[in-house]
């Protein structure tokens, strides 16, 4: 398995005037199988919210979308299943598949009560499928319908950004209404993985087989960049540095002298991981210039090999005496997907100070963008959030989750 890397500016050519210039640089990243490469071991720990709010339908249709998903895996993978309610409790400890019908009658067995401790999941989930992550695909499907009432939403960060430093993503299922969105976000985000919204019971199954295909089309673990930014390259400094494909997230810039630092996890074979940069640059003399070198390095699992490198990257651009622009479809494509993102982020905030009408404002350029970018499905949500606001509704519990959603990433019906 080879990592494959895509790397693109804005627009390569810069004007010899320009005392300063402003290039977006997107880093496409996937994994390369060939024809003789088997699929990855799979390493899966399922934590489930178990408190009194699950009680009736809701666990019963988890309960059948967790043994649909351990049938799908195969011999050879791993599972383990932790449940939580205001403490945690190992079900299922990490183990090869086999006895599916001991584990299924432990998952039928389970009863909704007590509060709701995330933190207590999260940690006896990451200690179990810590057990089986060598030379596998780790990773962590946490579900849950409510706040984290009987824990600690500043442990869950921290845990989650352990996880991602041994390499273990964790995937994040908002059940129903009532749970936290910024915390399942922010989860989701630092232990790069993705976040689902789970509307009503019947879609549990489909959710989590969604989140299975992902996990299975996984070739490469572990994947860093480094950037080498050259003498007068220097990044923007308002949040430069994010993630726009598959879903949105905006990174803490790690940056040591002109180096920077980025951890992106798991990279897939059939979806691309979509970096963007946003860089300025210092008046050049007339000539092909290497403003910067990346270097990614990563593991492949199915060789048992850590630390593996992909040749340096350098990233050219032209300084012409006559500019001419050359401008990147596909990197303005990110550039709008970002900026979709952070107009619905503005309009949460403004609606939080009481100023509806910079609200509308921001989600009614958010639909536009999002029609811009052939997501029809996003720019409904984003209007209709945009036209209740403007008449002084309250967006429901529903509307906010999907408004924000949307914002991210292209939803899954």
Known sequence: MKVNITPDLSDRNIDHQARNS?????????ALKTEQERDLTINLCLVIDISGSM??????????????????????DHISLVVFNEQATTIVQNQLIKNLSEIEEKIL?????????????????????????????????????G??????????????????EYSI????????????????????DSANGSLMYIEKPETVTEKFKILLARLQSVGLTNC??????????????????????????????????NIVELRLGDLMTQTEKVILFNLYINQLPVGEHTIAIVKVVYDDPALGRNNL???????????????????????HNFILTLAKYRQT?????????????????????????????GDISGAKVLQNSSEKVQQSLELSPEEKKKTRLVSKTILQD
């Open 22 to 30: 402003q290039r977006q640089l997107s880093l496409a990243l996937s």
């Open 55 to 76: 009680a009736g339908k809701p666990l019963d249709m988890v309960k059948q979308a967790t043994i649909a998903i351990i049938r799908e895996l195969h011999p050879g």
């Open 109 to 145: 067995g389970l009863v909704a009560d007590g509060g709701t401790a995330l933190d207590q999941g999260m940690k006896l989930g990451i200690k179990e499928v810590a057990r089986g992550r060598s030379n596998t695909v780790s990773q962590i499907f946490l579900l849950t319908d």
């Open 147 to 164: 706040e984290n009432e009987d824990g600690s939403d500043q442990r869950c960060l921290k845990l989650a950004q352990l996880a991602s």
């Open 169 to 188: 993503t964790i995937n994040t299922l908002g059940f129903g209404q009532d749970w936290n969105q910024d915390v399942l976000e922010n989860i989701a």
């Open 224 to 257: 860093r960049i480094t950037m080498e930014l050259k003498p007068g390259v220097r990044l923007a400094e308002f949040k430069p540095i994010a993630q726009v494909s598959p879903e949105t997230v905006e990174f803490p810039v790690t940056l040591a002298g």
């Open 309 to 331: 490198q992909h040749l340096p990257i350098p990233i050219y651009v032209s300084v012409q005496p006559n500019y001419e622009s050359q401008i990147n479809q596909r990197v």
């Open 345 to 373: 982020k503005i309009a949460e905030t403004q609606l939080l100070k009481g100023d509806r009408k910079s609200a509308v404002t921001m989600l009614q350029n958010a639909a536009n963008i999002a029609l811009q970018l």
